[in-house]
């Protein structure tokens, strides 16, 4: 069996993340393609497009969301993320226990005596009006009913887990803040969500999606990703139609027959990271792009850098100009591209008002 070692691999997460070369696909295509963007930090997303598109322009990720072809909701691990409206329809049922348990898991004592059939109607019911409402607008219309157990815990249940919804514009629009308000996923996109599948076909579609985006990868890697127990259904359904590989540790490898898998000495641009970003958080083992000491730097949301492909810096933005901390130290030509893609990142999030960059001492 093939041994793919941790550079083979990690040019092949680069090429599935479109950061091996920036990709000309519509801003839509692309997070159809990745399955979703990490996006609890709302203006996070456009700097994971901008790094991974041509000419990206965060003017058509906008009109996406308030176009309702993209929406920001709960799904993967329980966290923000943004997805086409035509994936979210089609998956959010299939998360739905997982959702739950992870909400109990945090509130389980403040919620012992809840009845959560009852919440859910209850919470359907205030929203049946047709007006949006925060998590705390619609945790204190329910509060009366189970006063024990406190709005925090009801709201956080209702809306992570309980009741498929979309978080609104303006939240996640560029340049724009905004608080946090929702409706039914059926009522913002005019369709419903779809039944959980007898035949997992949810399951084994995200095993084929996961892969497409992320493989080669192990089925601890997926559960990371996804929050579920390892689809371990979904991967036996679809085995026959992967190939399997060996990393460096013995661990299996499942992966796509026909998907990228550059040579291991493939040439990696400088790609600058927003905070959360798939290519790291999409991994149980993620020595692929990050060593183990800066694992803790992606949980933290501090922003990366990639140097060949590896992160070897965080970046912040100080008065329009971005600000490179490298984690090692820099070649002179490392440095010259850092210094050069740092300034065409400034002046994207400036609108070209600055190119800005300083990169401090390794």
Do not use: C
């Not at 691990?77 to 992870?102: E, I, K, N, P, S």
């Not at 689809?231 to 490898?253: C, I, Q, T, Y």
């Not at 790609?271 to 792009?289: E, K, V, W």
């Amino acid at each position: 069996m093939t041994v793919l070692d941790t550079r083979a691999l990690n040019r092949a997460t680069l090429a599935r993340q479109l950061l091996l070369e920036r990709a000309g696909l519509p801003v839509h295509d692309a997070v159809a393609h990745l399955g979703g963007l990490q996006a609890q930090e709302p203006q996070e997303p456009f700097t994971g497009l901008w790094s991974r598109l041509r000419a990206f322009d965060p003017a058509a990720l906008s009109e996406l969301l308030t176009g309702r072809r993209v929406v920001r909701t709960h799904l993967m691990r329980r966290t923000v993320h943004l997805l086409t409206a035509g994936d979210v329809l089609a998956w959010r049922t299939r998360f739905d226990a997982m959702l739950r348990q992870r909400v109990l898991g945090t509130y389980r004592r403040e919620l012992a005596g809840v009845d959560l059939g009852e919440l859910t109607a209850a919470g359907r019911a205030v929203l049946a009006d047709g007006e949006p409402r925060s998590m705390g607008d619609l945790a204190r219309a329910v509060a009366d009913r189970w006063p024990d157990a406190g709005p925090r815990p009801l709201g956080e249940m209702l809306i992570a887990a309980l009741l498929p919804v979309a978080q609104l514009p303006p939240r996640g629009l560029w340049r724009v803040k905004a608080g946090v308000r929702y409706l039914p996923l059926p009522a913002w996109l005019g369709h419903d969500v779809d039944p959980l599948a007898p035949d997992d076909e949810v399951g084994q579609t995200l095993v084929r999606r996961y892969l497409a985006a992320f493989g080669p990868a192990a089925t601890a890697d997926l559960r990371a990703w996804s929050g579920l127990a390892g689809l371990p259904a979904a991967v036996k359904a679809v085995r026959d139609e992967l190939v399997v590989f060996r990393d460096e540790r013995g661990r299996e490898l499942l992966d796509l027959p026909e998907a990228p898998r550059p040579d291991a000495d493939a040439p990696a641009p400088v790609r600058f990271l927003p905070a959360f970003d798939n290519a790291i958080l999409g991994y149980d083992d993620r020595t692929r792009i990050i060593d183990d000491a800066h694992r803790g730097l992606s949980v933290a949301g501090e922003r990366v850098v990639l140097v060949d492909g590896r992160v070897s810096a965080t970046w912040t933005v100080e008065a329009d100009a971005v600000v490179v901390r490298p984690l090692r130290r820099f070649a002179k030509a490392e440095r010259a591209e850092v210094t050069a893609e740092g300034g065409e990142l400034a002046a994207f999030l400036s609108d070209g008002e600055s190119d800005r960059v300083r990169v401090e001492a390794g």
